[in-house]
């Protein structure tokens, strides 16, 4: 079975940091670009960041530029992101996913895992 498990996430105070991890089983993962997405309640679902599989990483949020880091293990079929200097508003449910696109291509997301809430407060 293919699947997709986030771990990592916790409560934080501002300024704190947290890395996630999502760890993939059921297909080649070394094959596949990697996305991180986060959902706050009441809004729709963002791209926070990607990685494709040779490693290039591409930011899609300009508020966490600097602060947030995509990188991968293919080794541990695993994805990471590395936030650090957090901000209220990044509180969210954030989610990995994996696509079908190349480099230049962000193509569409074909596995999902359920998340892990992320919440920033003191």
């Known amino acids: 079975q293919v699947q997709l498990v986030e771990s990592g996430g916790g409560l934080v105070q501002p300024g704190g940091s947290l890395r996630l991890s999502c760890t993939a089983s059921?297909?080649?993962?070394?094959?596949?670009?990697m996305r991180w997405y986060r959902q706050a309640p009441g809004k729709e679902r963002e791209l926070v960041a990607r990685?494709?599989?040779?490693?290039?990483?591409?930011n899609h949020v300009d508020s966490v530029k600097g602060r947030f880091t995509i990188s991968r293990d293919n080794s541990k079929n695993t994805v990471y992101l590395q936030m650090k200097s957090l901000k209220p508003e990044d509180t969210a449910v954030y989610l990995c996913?994996?696509?079908?696109?190349?480099?230049?291509?962000?193509?569409?997301?074909?596995?999902w895992g359920q998340g892990t809430q992320v919440s920033v407060s003191s």
């Open positions: 996913s994996a696509d079908d696109g190349g480099t230049y291509y962000l193509g569409r997301s074909v596995y």
């Open positions: 990685i494709t599989s040779a490693g290039v990483t591409t």
């Open positions: 059921g297909f080649t993962f070394s094959r596949y670009a």
